[in-house]
Every structure is written in C-alpha cells, then in structure tokens.
C-alpha cells in the first residue's frame, strides 16, 4: 500500500499528493469512498483529485491547505457541507461543479484568490447563502450575495436563495460571468444604472426570469447572457451596444419581441436562435455579417429585415425559420451560402437587391421549384 495515502472501510486519508492515484480513475472507489480526510501538512489540492466521488458526504481539510484546484470536488452528489480552513488562500474553478447538495459556503478571510467560475455549480443546486469572514480584504457578502471588498463587482448569487425578487446594488458597475445562472426562485431582477459590464451566461438557465431590463450603461451582450431563460417574455437592451456575444438571445422560448440595437457589427453563432415565439426582428444597420447559424430555429419568425450594411450570409444562418414567407436581399450583399436557408420549408419569395447575386445556386434544392426570385439590381 503506498505510504501516500491509506484506507479505512469507507474512510480516505491523504496523506500527501506526491505519488500518482490511480485509483481515482476507479469507477470502484469512486463508489465506496464516504468520507475524505487530509492530513494537516497537505498545501494543495490538486485539479480534479475527488471528482466523480458519488458517495462523499464528509470532507476534513487541513488548517495548512493553501490551494483546492480546479474540479476538485466536481460531481460529488451526496456532498452537503464542506469547511474551508483558515490560511486557504485560493479556488480553483468548478471546484463544486454538478455538486448540488453543498447549502452554504464560509470564505475564510485568508481566501483572496477566486478562479473566474469557482463558485459555479449548475442545476439542481441547493446553495442558499455565501459568506465571507468580515475582516476579508477581497471579498464581501451582503444577505448571502457574493461581491468584491469595494462592492463593484457582483460575483455570484446563491442559485437556492429563496427571493422572488432582487435588487442589484447601485454601487455594482459589473456582474461576473454566471453570477445569476441556474437560479431557481428569481422572477424579477432589476439592475444599477451604474452597470457597464456583464459577464459570459450571467443570466443563463434563469427559468422563472420574466422580465430583464439592461441599463443604458452596459457596453454590450456578452455570450450565453440569457441563454435557456424559457420563462422571459421581454428583454430591453440599451439604445447602442458594442458586441452581441453568440448564443446571447437563445433558446427563450416566450420571447415574444426584440429590438437590436445598433452598435456590433456582427450576428454570430445562434446569437438570436431557438426563440420558439419571436415573430419579427430587424438587424441593425452596421451589421455586415450573419455568421453561422445566427438566426436558427426561430420556428415563428415571419418578418425579417436585413440592413444595407449586410454583406454575407453565412451557412445555417436562417435554418429552420420556417415560418418565414418573403425576405429582401440587401444591395450590398456579395455572398449567401447554399446552407443558409435550410429547413426554410415555408419561403416563397425572396427579392434581391444585390448586384452581387446572379443566380440561385445558394439556395436549397429542396425551396427551387417553390421559391420565386425576383431582380432588381
């Protein structure tokens, strides 16, 4: 038995992490392991070390812990409660990942380094509070939420934490990325208008969010912000924004309307996709590029209207918009791909405005025989 670690019935105790575990790969003690003891001497944890332990409910760790990597405990379901030591003095990311059951989390004031996404947990969690030991110098904690020291940037909110409502500080100029995600009882949250800044999937998978308001001072959409909020009906931008990041408008199944505002330059990937109620939209001038799948899967959307400043259309960029009957090719317009509209079983008349476009080669040979096109260049 090596020297590195030793076995108790359902009990592990670590010694130290200088040899390899191979049996961390096993599917067997991945299974059997209840309880995980550290002796005191062990500085880190290394990346992914417990992950896959199904059946850990008890986790000691020692008082000279400095680092826990990132994924260290991912996937640990049976999990409930874990004690972060005095003189810890870094996450990780995804240390906690798809380890639901973890209710509450107590950052020693020693802790001062957070990976980007070391709090980030995903469905199904049962994290109801985030505190922080007063006399931390990087973090603070206001009613369970986590923020930097000078509270400007909102880093992440408990996904358990039972609010309908929340109001989002006016001293907050940025939200982390996924700092909202997968929360379970927020319907409304209403935002500073000293916001500039959100981060990638800051709203993301917020099922019971009807409503969303973005201040006039956010630069732009970053990706995933919104991704999978089923139950948002409306969504207000602000007048400009800089970027609409992919997959940013996706997948909100009662989005009944949306203006885009002008600013970005670019619809990228499925940016504004899979929006199963949204019946008409308007690009933005400026726009010069809608990338791959940018507009996919709305099944409803019957209007679209392309600016001038449209230069190609990219594959799958209009795919499965079935309901789609007409649309108007912009004079500027040099390139479409033959995938753009596939899946577009309802289109019967598409006008082109280009000089650029001569033929029908881009469209599918399925739309041919029913699709009439019309000149005028």
């Not at 105790?13 to 005191?40: A, C, G, M, N, P």
């Not at 880190?44 to 059946?55: C, H, L, S, T, V």
């Amino acid at each position: 038995m090596s020297s590195s670690y030793t076995i108790k019935k359902n009990k592990l105790f670590i010694h130290d992490f200088k040899d390899r575990f191979d049996y961390w790969t096993s599917q067997e003690w991945r299974e059997q392991i209840t309880t995980l003891v550290i002796d005191d001497g062990v500085s880190e944890i290394p990346n992914g070390a417990f992950e896959y332990f199904k059946r850990l409910e008890e986790v000691h760790l020692p008082s000279s812990l400095k680092r826990i990597g990132d994924s260290a405990f991912s996937q640990c379901e049976s999990l409930t409660k874990i004690h972060l030591p005095n003189g810890l003095e870094s996450l990780g990311n995804y240390v906690f990942q798809d380890t639901p059951g973890v209710r509450e989390l107590n950052l020693p004031a020693s802790l001062t380094g957070l990976g980007e996404q070391a709090l980030y947990i995903g469905s199904g969690s049962h994290l109801h509070a985030i505190r922080t030991a007063a006399d931390n110098p990087a973090y603070t904690s206001v009613d369970g939420v986590l923020f930097s020291k000078d509270m400007t940037r909102l880093i992440k909110y408990p996904s358990a934490k039972r609010m309908a409502e929340y109001q989002v500080p006016e001293t907050v100029t940025e939200i982390a990325g996924d700092a909202f995600a997968h929360t379970n009882y927020l319907h409304r949250v209403a935002l500073p208008k000293s916001l500039r800044i959100l981060g990638s999937g800051v709203f993301s998978f917020c099922n019971h969010i009807e409503e969303l308001v973005i201040p006039e001072t956010v630069e732009g959409i970053p990706s995933y912000a919104f991704f999978c909020c089923e139950n948002m009906e409306r969504l207000t931008l602000p007048s400009r924004i800089k970027y609409l990041g992919y997959e940013s408008i996706c997948n909100c199944s009662r989005l009944k309307a949306l203006i885009l505002p002008p600013g970005f330059t670019q619809l990228d990937y499925a940016a504004v996709g899979g929006n199963a109620k949204l019946k008409e939209l308007v690009i933005p001038e400026g726009v010069s590029e809608l990338n791959n799948s940018a507009l996919i899967d709305n099944i409803n959307l019957c209007r679209i209207v392309l600016p001038s400043s449209l230069t190609a259309i990219w594959d799958h960029a209009f795919q499965r918009c079935c309901s789609l009957k007409e649309i108007e090719i912009p004079e500027n317009v040099e390139y479409i791909d033959d995938e753009a509209f596939l899946g577009c079983t309802g289109v019967r008349r598409i006008i082109i405005r280009s000089k650029h476009i001569k033929d029908d080669h881009w469209l599918p040979d399925e739309l041919k025989e029913k699709v009439k096109i019309e000149y005028y260049t």
